[in-house]
Antibody, heavy 122, light 110 residues
C-alpha cells in the first residue's frame, strides 16, 4: 500500500523549534518530489514547501522562508521539515504529500498522510 | 496565501450538475496545470483531477475539469450525497515559485 505517515507535531512556545518527519512506503521514494502542505483550523490548504526527487530543487512559501528547512533522506524513505522561530500563525495540521512527478513545478499531490498537528502557543 | 479565487459554497440536489470556478492569473492558471482536491469532512485531501482534466485511477467520470485562459472549472455531474466535501484548486505560480491553492468551495447536497 502506498502511504506516507507524518510525526513530530505537538505544542510548542513561540520562538521555539520543531522537526516534522514523514515516513514513506509502498512506492519508489526517490522517484517522487515531496511536499508539505498545511491547514490552519477551519481554513483552507496552504502549500508550505517542496523538494525535488534528488533535493536539487527546493522552494518555500514566502511566510516560512528563512525559518523552515525541508530535507529528504532517500536511503531512509523519509522527508523532514525543520521549523525554527515558530509563530502562532504557524499553528496548523501539517500534511506530507507525495508528488506525482520528480520535479516541483506542475506536480500533483497524489498521496497524502493524515497530518500532524502543530500548535504554537505560550 | 490564496491567490486562486473560488466561490465559498455551491449546492445542488441529487442528480444535478454543479460547477466550481477557480480564478487565477497569467502566472499560475494561465501558464501551468491545474489540479483539484477533494476533502471529505475530517479527512485528508484527495487528488481528484490533475493536469487540468485528467482523473486518477478510481475517480468517477462524474468529475471533470477544464480551463480557459486564467480560469479553471470543476464539474460534478449526477451529484451524490457522498460528494459533500470541500473542493480546492491548485496550481504552480511562476512569480511566487511555489504552489497556490484556491480559497476552497464547500459543496452541499440538498
Amino acid at each position: 500500500e502506498v502511504q506516507v505517515v507524518e510525526s513530530g507535531g505537538g505544542l510548542v512556545q513561540p520562538g521555539r523549534s520543531l522537526r516534522l518527519s514523514c515516513a514513506a512506503s509502498g512506492f519508489t521514494f526517490d522517484d517522487s518530489a515531496m511536499h508539505w502542505v498545511r491547514q490552519a483550523p477551519g481554513k483552507g490548504l496552504e502549500w508550505v514547501s517542496g523538494i525535488s526527487w534528488n533535493s536539487g530543487h527546493i522552494d518555500y512559501v514566502d511566510s516560512v522562508k528563512g525559518r523552515f528547512t525541508i530535507s529528504r533522506d532517500n536511503a531512509r524513505n523519509s522527508l523532514y521539515l525543520q521549523m525554527n522561530s515558530l509563530r502562532p500563525e504557524d499553528t496548523a495540521l501539517y500534511y506530507c504529500a507525495k508528488g506525482a512527478w520528480q520535479y516541483l513545478a506542475n506536480d500533483a499531490f497524489d498521496v497524502w498522510g493524515q497530518g500532524t498537528m502543530v500548535t504554537v502557543s505560550s | 496565501q490564496s491567490v486562486l479565487t473560488q466561490p465559498p459554497s455551491v449546492s445542488g440536489t441529487p442528480g444535478q450538475t454543479v460547477t466550481i470556478s477557480c480564478s487565477g492569473s497569467s502566472s499560475n492558471i494561465g501558464s501551468n496545470n491545474v489540479n483539484w482536491y477533494q476533502q471529505l469532512p475530517g479527512t485528508a485531501p484527495k487528488l481528484l483531477i490533475y493536469g487540468n482534466s485528467q482523473r486518477p485511477s478510481g475517480v468517477p467520470d462524474r468529475f471533470s475539469g477544464s480551463n480557459s485562459g486564467t480560469s479553471a472549472s470543476l464539474a460534478i455531474s449526477g451529484l451524490q450525497s457522498e460528494d459533500e466535501a470541500d473542493y480546492s484548486c491548485a496550481a504552480w505560480d511562476d512569480s511566487l515559485n511555489g504552489y497556490v491553492f484556491g480559497t476552497g468551495t464547500k459543496v452541499t447536497v440538498l
